[in-house]
């Protein structure tokens, strides 16, 4: 079965570094998405994109997060310059549809980003 | 807005015995409701999902949920639980018109005791 995939699956990084997480998702899906998790909280919204342009973005997606497919197949979450707080479980998600009913989201593993 | 309330942050069944998280709504629109499950370093994987058909769906793995309007709830159940059930769990909401992203409960970990 066609699955989401994400790399890499553990990323450590220094307090104000920029890092990539990026994904692969299922070929024929058309909305993508990104979520994070912190430990201990709950699975949060980061944004949504459709046909090249960010369909839905949540509070958290502020001026340091952007989102990009940058090819047919990958799409990468950037934060420019990391901080303590953006520690988290990150995972990308994709969908045939927007309607979730449907057409549910399939999720990643998730990429664990430490900020140190 | 919509949100789900999941009570209970942990969960300890014994082996054989029936498995209940709990997960109450809220949402100003019908929505539909999802349960997710996340076994240990991998993603969310779809457990079952309401969408307004039966209120009692059927889902993998043995799981069911049943939705219930009057107490806005979507509680998942499972009649015996088997080790491989470790998890967490996360009961998930959106609406109907697809215009607003899944909103996820804080999870519940289950343990299922030998």
């Known amino acids: 079965e066609p699955e989401v995939t994400q790399t890499p699956s553990h990323q450590v990084t220094q307090m104000g570094q920029e890092v990539i997480l990026r994904c692969v998702p299922i070929?024929?899906?058309?909305?993508f998405y990104w979520y994070r998790q912190i430990l201990g909280q709950k699975v949060e919204f980061l944004v949504s994109?459709?046909?090249?342009?960010?369909?839905?973005k949540s509070e958290i997606f502020d001026d340091q997060f952007s989102v990009e497919r940058p090819d047919g197949s990958n799409f990468t979450l950037k934060i420019r310059s990391t901080k303590l707080e953006d520690s988290a479980m990150y995972f990308c998600?994709?969908?045939?549809?927007?309607?979730?009913?449907?057409?549910?989201?399939?999720f990643g593993n998730g990429t664990r980003l430490t900020v140190t | 807005a919509q949100s789900v309330t999941q009570l209970g942050s942990h969960v300890s069944v014994s082996e054989g015995a029936l498995v209940l998280l709990r997960c109450n709504y809220s949402?100003?629109?019908?929505?539909?409701l999802f349960w997710y499950v996340q076994y240990p370093n991998q993603g969310l994987q779809l457990l079952l999902k309401y969408t307004s058909a039966a209120t009692l769906v059927k889902g993998i793995n043995g799981f069911e949920a049943e939705f219930k309007k009057s107490e806005t709830s979507f509680h998942l159940t499972k009649p015996s639980a088997h080790m491989s059930d470790a998890a967490e769990y996360f009961c998930?909401?959106?609406?109907?018109?697809?215009?607003?992203?899944?909103?996820f409960g804080k999870g519940t970990r289950l343990s299922v005791i030998a």
């Open positions: 070929s024929n899906h058309l909305y």
């Open positions: 998600a994709s969908s045939v549809n927007r309607g979730l009913g449907n057409s549910p989201l399939h």
């Open positions: 994109f459709y046909n090249n342009e960010i369909s839905e």
């Open positions: 949402s100003s629109v019908p929505p539909y």
């Open positions: 998930a909401v959106s609406d109907r018109s697809g215009n607003t992203p899944l909103v």
